[in-house]
């Protein structure tokens, strides 16, 4: 007679199966998502020339100043065959004759027109602009941005340079009187300096240069500084940033940490479904994941519509014109060849999308 000791209870490894087996239906019962993603290999998605394109945008959203507008423009344009993905940043202060406006309150135009017309606008101006297709919009708030990098554990993003911002908008503070009179609100109202009028409504941030793991406020704090002393003050060099996290976020999302954890899968999945407003149907989400772990080692191609770099002496596209009442005396950017005349940026563009190694400007890899 053989020694029983070592041997697997027939019994039992039966109806730890079965437990398993309903336990996992149920599980993808109630999660499609995840049904679909396991099951599904196809990737049935709006394609122009063999590239998906994708408008990304940004929003303070909540008690922020000007809630829909969007801080953060960036035309993502994902080529499967090439195993290439290209972002293009807009900055906010870009003209559009068409709106009258800046291109950054084409969001909450459409919104203020009719619910769900913001990226119907904002998708139409992008395309118009750049003279490329636009798939897919997808816009977030910043509420939801913080959460989502925390859920998946933080990020590490390299900071190419050391910088100081001293006014950072405190959240919640906005309208603070910072202890002063209404006799003396009515005063400061037009002060030059609200850091100096207004100091409880600002913090000082500061970070170094180097790899730096941010939690979701940090990296917030990293994408959203305008104020930063020396030249990590423009807007150029903040949408430099912002790629900078969408390229790590990106990465963490896809890694087997994520991925393969279901609960983390879904609490995104949820975190990010109400925070977004989308035209990408619930049924192409799927389609996205198995697209981006199919881009996983894509090479990515970053680059910023500018004013050049005086210090290399490379040229911009962008030029800042006087402040007239042409652009409602506001400080905006224009085309450097005319303030309706986007041939150039849309050739810049085009090159960075479809050549290999476009030699139009210098550009950055990833």
């Not at 989502?148 to 050391?162: E, K, P």
């Not at 002063?180 to 170094?208: G, M, V, W």
Request: with cysteine.
């Amino acid at each position: 007679m053989k020694s029983s000791k070592g041997r697997k209870n027939p019994v039992l490894t039966i109806v730890i199966a079965v437990v398993l087996l309903f336990g996992v239906l149920s599980f993808l019962r109630v999660s499609p998502f995840l049904f679909q993603l396991v099951f599904n290999h196809d990737i049935a998605l709006k394609k122009s020339d063999n590239r998906i394109s994708i408008l990304l945008l940004g929003i303070g959203g909540g008690n922020h100043d000007g809630p829909n507008l969007t801080d953060t423009i960036i035309y993502a344009s994902l080529d499967p065959d090439k195993n290439k993905v290209s972002l293009v940043s807009i900055p906010r202060d870009l003209w559009i004759q068409d709106i009258n406006g800046k291109i950054n309150s084409a969001y909450a135009l459409g919104e203020d027109k009719k619910k769900g017309g913001g990226l119907v606008l904002a998708e139409a101006l992008v395309s118009k602009i750049l003279n490329q297709p636009v798939d897919y919009g997808v816009r977030i708030d910043f509420a939801g941005f913080v959460k989502a990098v925390d859920l998946v554990g933080g990020l590490d993003i390299t900071v190419d340079r050391s910088f100081d911002d001293y006014e950072y908008p405190i959240e919640g503070k906005e309208d603070d009187a910072c202890g002063h009179s209404n006799d003396e609100l009515q005063n400061l109202a037009t002060a030059s300096s609200q850091l100096d009028a207004f100091p409880c409504r600002y913090k000082h941030i500061h970070f170094d240069k180097g790899l730096t793991h941010m939690d979701g406020e940090t990296a917030l704090e990293f994408v959203r500084s305008r104020h930063a002393v020396g030249d990590e003050g423009s807007d150029f060099a903040r949408s430099a940033r912002q790629q900078k996290v969408i390229v790590a976020f990106r990465q963490k999302v896809l890694s087997a940490e994520t991925i393969l954890n279901p609960t983390k899968v879904i609490n995104l999945f949820n975190i990010v479904k109400g925070s977004i407003d989308t035209d990408i149907k619930e049924d192409e989400y799927d389609d996205f994941v198995r697209l981006s772990q199919k881009l996983k080692k894509a090479k990515i191609q970053s680059s910023v519509l500018d004013t050049g770099d005086d210090a290399t002496g490379r040229p911009g596209l962008l030029i800042n014109p006087p402040i007239t009442s042409d652009f409602n005396f506001a400080w905006v950017l224009i085309p450097r060849n005319g303030a309706t005349n986007f041939k150039e940026i849309q050739d810049y563009v085009a090159c960075e999308i479809k050549i290999d190694n476009c030699q139009f400007f210098k550009k950055t890899t990833q």
